[in-house]
């Protein structure tokens, strides 16, 4: 009994070493500032002056801004293409190097190269080959007889543009997760179906499919976060524009909070977003009972 | 027999037409990188530029603080991915290991932080960084990162867990301190773990862009993607150049990758598994 109280008070003296550090971290960078921005959301503050509290007023402001409902509009035609197309592609890419094909470290690579590229590097390659005159895209239409149109310029095309470039660029990544699962399935699961004379897409829908839920799933939910939360993309690539066609939350945030120094509404708009990823999160919680965990 | 051999083929013409996709955007810009200015304006264009110009390489020099640039990237990228590595693997040692009133409690809060948008965070910590004078200073981007880990500890831990206690109550009986049990016996063993903590913070802080666009204001404090961004503003539409700039920014991260390909990809697929 007194050697187990010495190690326990010696216990707790190792516990504050390792746990302190990053506790401290996580209440002054994190806990504290995800609180502090509900409060500024309910002030009217431009950091010269005092913060003076306004209430639902910013909330208001938003909800009456017509620029708001097109901005969700945005974000939401983002998010809904981007992510199924990006999983799709890439479930079907990796279901093809999983094949015992030589080179696979090689395309492995190649399809993860643009995700090691910053999104910034990517989207100025991507600005000069989206130029309308100069541009590889357009010149290899011109090939075909199709004259391309002004990507970035056009309202019509610019978030088809973004939804392009950030494919390209984030498909490697997921084809890597997807395919590290799909060498986790058993082998003899497939071997045993192929000997019942079941067919490739039937093996592939039947087996590989439900065995791959878990990882789709994450998948699923992390994307929808990111596709959620863009920024770089609509900032580096079409400046938010042509005419707002591609403001998005954060672009829309980032505006309100950095060029307007309106710390409140900024807030608020954060907050709303903050409130759209919980919600998703909860459902995430309830669809995780479909999802085939066991292996 | 012959069915499947077409398939495989069929697979491989499939692959090499992806690949073409996925390396002509990278061809394109160091192609558009070394060709003389007006060069990059000819209709039909030049798949090979017909005089190799370096100078535009050498131009970026001298005309941005590249050099800075890449100084400024590469130091907080190695001191924010040591720092938490070390101390996301204590936190997550304690957590799985030892025994403290309030843990379920506490670990929460490293699981919200997981949950929490930058968004959220970002406004009070300009306006906290901005009273400590922690704007325009590289502080701001390496101290939060490197306490503020929640995935690194979540994933940390896990690998913790399935550690035999055993080992630990043996060192123990021996007179190892926690310190020397920690550093000697644990974390050799979720090595595998901590590459994938190391990768994602290394691809995370290279790339990182609204953080320091926010605070950084002089030049020469500017990390690359920063820089890269700024670039059109630089050169205005001297495309050569910016292509030449954006080529020089891209190969840091592709050696490093080169070098630990193995740690990457692993790390990544682990993400997928245990996040």
Known sequence: ?295 | MSIKKENNLLAVITLILLTIVMLLPFYWMINTSLKVELEVFTIPPTWVPSKIMWSNYSGVFDRIPFVQGLFNSFYITALCTVGTVFFSSLTAYAFAKMQFRFKGPLFSIYLLSMMIPFQITLIPQFILFSNIGWIDSHLALIIPFIFTNGFGVFMLKQFFQALPDALIESALIDGCSQWKIFKSIMLPQVQPALASVAVFAIIARWNDFLGPYVILISPEKFTIPILINALQGFFSSNWAQIMAATTMSIIPLLIVYIFAQKYFIEGISLSGIKG
């Not at chain 1, 007023?57 to 998010?79: G, H, M, S, W």
């Not at chain 1, 990006?86 to 030589?102: D, E, S």
Request: charged share 10%; glycine share 6%; net charge positive.
């Open chain 1, 1 to 295: 009994m007194q050697i187990n109280k010495v190690s326990h008070s010696k216990d707790l003296k190792w516990v504050i070493i390792f746990v302190a550090p990053t506790l401290i971290g996580q209440l002054i960078f994190m806990l504290i500032p995800t609180i502090s921005s509900f409060l500024i959301g309910f002030a009217d503050w431009n950091l010269f002056s005092a913060p003076s509290f306004v209430g639902l007023k910013n909330y208001k402001y938003i909800f009456d801004d017509p620029l708001f409902y097109n901005v969700i509009k945005n974000t939401l035609v983002f998010t809904l293409f981007y992510v199924p197309l990006k999983i799709v592609i890439a479930l079907a890419i990796a279901n093809l190097i999983n094949k015992k094909i030589k080179g696979v470290v090689f395309f492995r690579s190649v399809f993860f190269l643009p995700a090691l590229t910053s999104m910034v590097a990517i989207s100025v390659v991507w600005l000069w080959l989206y130029n309308t005159e100069f541009g590889l895209i357009n010149i290899l239409l011109s090939y075909i007889g199709i004259q391309g149109p002004d990507w970035l310029g056009d309202g019509n095309w610019a978030m088809v543009s973004i939804i392009v470039m950030s494919i390209w660029q984030g498909m490697g990544y997921a084809m890597i997760i997807i395919l590290a699962s799909l060498q986790n399935i058993p082998t003899t699961l497939v071997e045993a179906a192929n000997i019942d004379g079941a067919s490739k897409s039937r093996i592939f829908f039947s087996i590989k499919i439900p065995l791959l839920t878990p990882t789709l799933f994450f998948l699923l939910i992390t994307n929808i976060f990111y596709g959620l939360q863009i920024f770089t993309e609509p900032f580096v690539l079409t400046k938010q524009g042509p005419a707002d066609a591609t403001n998005v939350l954060t672009t829309y945030m980032y505006d309100y909070a950095f060029r307007f120094q309106k710390m409140g509404i900024g807030s608020a708009i954060a907050c709303i977003l903050f409130v759209i990823m919980a919600i998703i999160t909860f459902f995430q919680f309830k669809f995780d009972k479909w999802v085939n965990y066991e292996v």
